[in-house]
């Protein structure tokens, strides 16, 4: 497995070893010590959570004030734009960015630490997303930022207005937002 840092340093893209042939493929899409390995981090997971999405949804940005999650994010059919944002109001990279695209076909995962908001957008006509966290879902501390906020400026690729639950179509704007006021400890 390579892991690379993105332009947020916390936030790391993983490229598992892809063995294939004329009869499909076999990855290993997570071992525990591979993972603190490479990545310096010695996380737990205690839930693993699978969403199907229709193309054009776009799903955040979400993030659990408190019960902070990190999520290991991958895509099993499809393909998405997946970002990451520092909601860490003490970090030099407070309301900066990362999107990579994940899909079926790149097998890449990205781990999105405590800290920091995350969203993604359908490219394909479905999209299967998994993603396993280090806190359990807790939808009293559930948070969501607008996923076009000015301010943080994402450039998602649209090719036309996305298709948004009630919840994300209310997020506010980062200025006016709960975040996280301590930096969390990701590496």
């Not at 332009?7 to 892809?18: I, T, Y």
């Not at 979400?62 to 970002?83: E, I």
Request: aromatic share 10%; with cysteine.
């Amino acid at each position: 497995m390579k892991v690379t840092p993105t332009g947020l340093p916390e936030v790391l893209l993983l490229e598992p070893r892809v063995f294939g042939d004329a009869r499909g493929f076999f990855l290993e899409s997570y071992n525990a010590r591979t993972f603190r390995e490479l990545s310096g981090l010695d996380v737990q997971f205690v839930q693993d959570n699978h969403s199907r999405s229709a193309g054009g949804v776009l799903r955040g940005l979400h993030y659990q004030l408190h019960q902070a999650q990190g999520k290991l994010v991958r895509v099993v059919r499809g393909s998405v734009f997946d970002v990451a944002v520092d909601l860490r109001r003490s970090s030099p990279r407070f309301g900066k960015w990362v999107g990579v695209e994940l899909s079926e076909d790149n097998h890449r995962q990205l781990w999105v630490p405590p800290g920091f908001g995350h969203g993604f957008l359908v490219l394909s006509e479905t999209a299967d997303f998994l993603y396993k966290t280090t806190d359990y879902y807790a939808p009293e501390h559930e948070r969501c930022i607008a996923w076009d906020d000015p301010d943080i400026g994402i450039d998602w690729p649209l090719q036309s207005p996305p298709v948004l639950s009630a919840k994300d179509a209310q997020g506010g704007r980062l200025a006016e937002a709960e975040v996280y006021e301590d930096p969390s400890p990701s590496r």
